[in-house]
């Protein structure tokens, strides 16, 4: 096969991936957390299109046979990764999308080789455009993961399938994960007591099993008003164990108490890392934002915010900031 033959082979496969990207664009900007973040999604979209406008002139321009079989291969393509990817979580996810951008931008870098050694000016223009472009891409989902590696809000929600198959798969592990380790504690100790503990090693598996099974069904049984009658009554019972923790010098329950609550946007304004903050305007606490350099602050902020006022602006300034923290941590600039 010729040098030219080459380039159009990889600008055919080049096509077929990015029309691949432009519909996971598209379904990720249902996804967007903030508006921030989906006007992000939405141009990735709309530059994904033009890149696909692009490669398909330059195929014209080089003498390629109009292709209208790989831009339907890549919308099959993208359909197929969005229904695969509902069984997993949003990490997941975006880790494909990720290896997706990889791979067109170092296809980008062997068209650009390509483009050098048949001293074709165009496609090697193209080809910086393409590897400019997909290596913008890659830093923002590297960004996005990286908060997600923090602990912070990610910057995507999952879709109502993964929302329902993860709910599933925590309430299935949960009571054998909690059993394991209920019975990893009895197991070290059954090597110096002998019988009796291990019979209660398989009693408290059982009935730890039992219960939180128990508890996870009739819990997705509950209607959206019946939950957020349980959700007022687990703040305030969360509150109240809390407090009570403390008073009775139980610190290590109470600072496991307190955490969870942090992370249901349980915590009362008073407790946030930014004082008075409940009576701040949008401008104000932007600022305050700002200035935080802690990502449990931040996550404390945008929980809360979400459970209450649920302030775009606020919240699109805490992940903006959140972001920055994460692009630190992954040595970007």
């Known amino acids: 096969m010729s040098t030219q033959a080459h380039v159009i082979a990889q600008l055919r496969s080049m096509l077929q991936l990015t029309q691949t990207e432009v519909q996971v664009a598209r379904i990720r900007v249902s996804q967007a957390r903030t508006d921030a973040v989906r006007r992000e999604l939405t141009e990735n979209a709309q530059n994904a299109e033009r890149r696909t406008a692009e490669i398909t002139r330059e195929l014209q321009r080089l003498g390629g046979v109009a292709d209208i079989v790989s831009p339907l291969v890549g919308r099959v393509g993208a359909v197929v990764k969005a229904t695969v990817e509902q069984a997993g979580p949003?990490?997941?996810?975006?880790?494909?999308?990720?290896?997706?951008?990889?791979?067109?931008?170092?296809?980008?870098?062997?068209?650009?080789?390509?483009?050098?050694?048949?001293?074709?000016?165009?496609?090697r223009r193209l080809a910086d455009r393409l590897e400019e472009a997909h290596a913008a891409t890659i830093e923002w989902l590297t960004t996005v993961l990286a908060e997600h590696a923090l602990?912070?809000?990610?910057?995507?929600?999952?879709?109502?399938?993964?929302?329902?198959?993860?709910?599933?798969?925590?309430?299935?592990?949960?009571?054998?994960?909690?059993?394991?380790?209920q019975i990893s504690r009895w197991a070290a100790r059954a090597q110096q007591g002998g019988d009796q503990v291990r019979a209660a090693v398989a009693e408290t598996g059982d009935q730890v099993r039992a219960a939180v099974t128990d508890t996870a069904t009739r819990a997705a049984r509950?209607?959206?008003?019946?939950?957020?009658?349980?959700?007022?009554?687990?703040?305030?019972?969360?509150d109240r164990a809390e407090r009570v923790s403390r008073r009775e010098g139980a610190t290590g329950t109470a600072a496991a108490l307190h955490e969870a609550r942090a992370r249901l946007g349980a915590l009362h304004s008073s407790e946030l890392p930014i004082?008075?903050?409940?009576?701040?305007?949008?401008?104000?606490?932007?600022?305050?934002?700002k200035q935080l350099d802690d990502v449990e602050d931040l996550n404390k902020v945008i929980?809360?915010?979400?459970?209450n006022k649920n302030r775009t602006g606020i919240i699109s300034a805490a992940q903006t900031r959140h972001a920055a923290l994460a692009q630190e941590v992954v040595g970007i600039r």
Do not use: C, S
Request: glycine letters at 8%; a negative charge; hydrophobic letters at 40%.
């Open 90 to 123: 949003v990490d997941e996810a975006l880790l494909g999308d990720l290896t997706l951008e990889h791979q067109l931008r170092d296809r980008a870098v062997y068209l650009r080789a390509l483009a050098e050694t048949t001293k074709d000016a165009e496609t």
């Open 303 to 307: 929980v809360y915010e979400e459970a």
């Open 151 to 181: 602990g912070g809000p990610p910057a995507l929600k999952p879709t109502p399938v993964q929302m329902v198959v993860g709910g599933a798969t925590r309430a299935v592990r949960l009571p054998v994960n909690f059993a394991r380790e």
């Open 222 to 238: 509950l209607g959206e008003d019946a939950r957020e009658v349980v959700t007022t009554g687990r703040d305030a019972a969360l």
């Open 275 to 289: 004082a008075r903050y409940d009576e701040l305007g949008v401008n104000d606490a932007v600022a305050k934002i």
